[in-house]
């Protein structure tokens, strides 16, 4: 009963990318395993190994070559993995200030923003928007009016 649930459900990687996504996965079970809120920095420092592991698979594997269907779903899983437990790490740190936490290298800010980051990605590659819904917000973009109580600097010439 030893196996973790990452480890019961996906079999052994065996597609030619397998060697660069099994690192990113080696983390992500590691993060999984640990559960003690008094080492949220080392989880952290671990958390953000992972993400920097992830990059580079990323850069190499999405960006540099043409990934193909697993690469697409691996990157996909990762990625939700990686917000997963960066989420789960916000829910921990509300119980602490963020200065205790900054003495100990953690720091709510870049969490947040990497998370973000995170969040980012997600939506660049997997998003899923309308033609309906991309048609719409262009409209409203590229046809915003000036407010009322905003001049126009380009109308003023200067004498």
Known sequence: MGATATQTYLPEIAPRSARDWEFVKSLLQDLE???HREELASLFGQWKLSIKAFRRVEERRMTRQSPDPFDWKFHKACLCGLI?????LQIATTEHKSEDL?????????????LRDLHNTFDEWHGQVSEDRIKELSEDIFRAE???????????VSA
């Open 102 to 114: 900054a003495k100990d290298g953690f720091h709510k800010d870049l969490l947040d923003a990497l």
């Open 84 to 88: 997963s437990f960066g989420t789960m």
């Open 33 to 35: 395993a640990e559960e």
């Open 146 to 156: 000036t407010s009322p109580d905003r001049e126009d600097s380009r109308s003023k």
